[in-house]
């Protein structure tokens, strides 16, 4: 039997796991998105408010969930336990091959591609982008209480360039000339760019396991971390139209750097190109950090591969889990198949959302006890917003959305075989 996890992350480096889930390089450029969708400025804060009452309600389920089973893996576990192995497995394979590794490959390329500006490389964009995840690799196969060292500096230094740029787009940057917003208004669809932005606070659930008290510690990290983000992204989105105006924001696809030029001059551009590093580092750091547990619960179940679940004696990592996700990111990095894979995430993520939050209403049938606020008006809501982006998403761009779902379901195969091996 292996050695169990570490005990060894507190209140304040969970609360930073949660927030470095959510912020990656999204809030830098997905404000011009919603823009263009969008419209009226009105509607463009109305849709980032939107996003965070869900991802606040996100929050109160997946407490409601960990609160009852704070044991390593998330969401697998939640599935697993009010469903089926296979409904569980099906959620670890795509989170494996296109949640969480398409997401962190176009995030490390996103790194490659600020870093080279500033370092003055000219390498590829994909080896640069391989050599970030990696070196990241290698730090949480160190030991969780190291990742979580690295994860919680890298999230202050994220939190301080966001602040940043809010300082620049409310008060140091000249307010933007009037002049006339997009046509368009397109509500549903604004929202699925602003929902994959405040994706990603379910993954502290999948180091649960590893918290030093669980059961008062993650709850209140979820929920911590999620307010924070909305008062972030709002304050942001609020220094963009001041800063830039509806039509600006819509015209630019970088929001940010136009912004730190206005306020900063040319040097804004360099300190934007160093903000955007360090906050997709914050990501890769915190991926790395917390979705191979769900690997490893996997292998635990006998559902993966059995060196999956094997804790290093010395560090208590499960560095197996950890160095199958960085390969698989890095190739998918140097392969440069990112762009497609970022179209599925947002579909996929979400029905597991809905269905992770429709385990509340099993396990309340079963006895058990659900504390989730204002259930089950409050849980219906948040399974019909996830409905609503899933149906705008396969609308919107059914062919790569489809895509998705069908590699998604390829795992069930794969789970029967694996199934069928272990008799």
Not at 62 to 78: D, F, I, N, T, W
Not at 329 to 352: C, K, N, P, Q
């Amino acid at each position: 039997m292996s050695a169990p996890l570490a005990r060894s992350i507190g209140l304040f480096d969970a609360t930073m796991v949660v927030m470095g889930g959510i912020v990656g390089a999204g809030i830098f450029v997905n404000p011009a998105i919603v823009a263009r969708s969008a419209g009226a400025p009105w509607m463009m804060v109305a849709a980032w408010m939107v996003g965070g009452v869900a991802a606040l309600l996100g929050a109160f389920v997946y407490a409601a969930l960990s609160a009852e089973r704070p044991q390593a893996g998330g969401q697998y576990v939640y599935l697993r336990d009010a469903f089926h192995p296979a409904l569980a497995f099906l959620y670890g394979w795509a989170l494996l091959v296109v949640i969480q590794t398409g997401g962190m490959a176009a995030c490390a390329i996103i790194f490659a591609r600020y870093f080279e500006q500033l370092a003055r490389l000219d390498a590829p964009e994909g080896l640069l982008a391989a050599l970030a995840v990696a070196a990241l690799t290698l730090v949480n196969c160190l030991g969780v209480a190291a990742g979580t060292r690295v994860q919680s500096a890298l999230m202050v230094l994220k939190i301080a360039a966001l602040a940043a740029l809010i300082a620049c787009g409310l008060w140091v940057a000249a307010p933007a000339e009037s002049a006339a917003p997009p046509a368009q208004h397109d509500f549903a669809a604004a929202l699925i760019p602003v929902l994959f932005a405040y994706g990603g606070f379910q993954t502290a659930c999948f180091v649960a396991g590893e918290l030093k008290d669980p059961r008062r510690d993650l709850p209140r990290a979820l929920l911590a971390g999620v307010l924070g983000v909305i008062a972030l992204y709002l304050l942001t989105v609020l220094g963009c139209l001041r800063a830039l105006g509806a039509a600006g924001l819509a015209a630019t696809d970088a929001p940010a750097h136009d912004v730190a030029v206005r306020a900063l001059g040319p040097r804004g551009a360099s300190w934007i190109a160093a903000a955007i590093a360090v906050s997709t580092l914050g990501f890769l750091s915190q991926s790395i950090l917390t979705a191979p547990r769900v690997y490893f619960a996997m292998a635990e179940d006998g559902l993966f591969w059995k060196a999956v679940a094997r804790v290093h004696p010395k560090t208590r990592a499960p560095v197996t889990a950890i160095v199958l996700q960085g390969a698989l990111t890095a190739a998918i990095a140097l392969a440069g198949t990112y762009e497609v894979i970022l179209r599925w995430v947002v579909s996929i993520d979400f029905i597991f959302f809905a269905l992770s939050a429709a385990c509340l209403f099993v396990f309340r049938r079963r006895g058990e006890r659900v504390a989730m606020p204002g259930h089950p008006a409050s849980t219906l809501l948040f399974i019909a917003i996830c409905a609503l982006v899933v149906f705008a998403t396969f609308l919107h761009d059914p062919r790569r959305s489809l895509l998705g779902l069908a590699v998604t379901l390829a795992g069930l195969p794969v789970y029967l075989v694996w199934r069928r091996s272990r008799a």
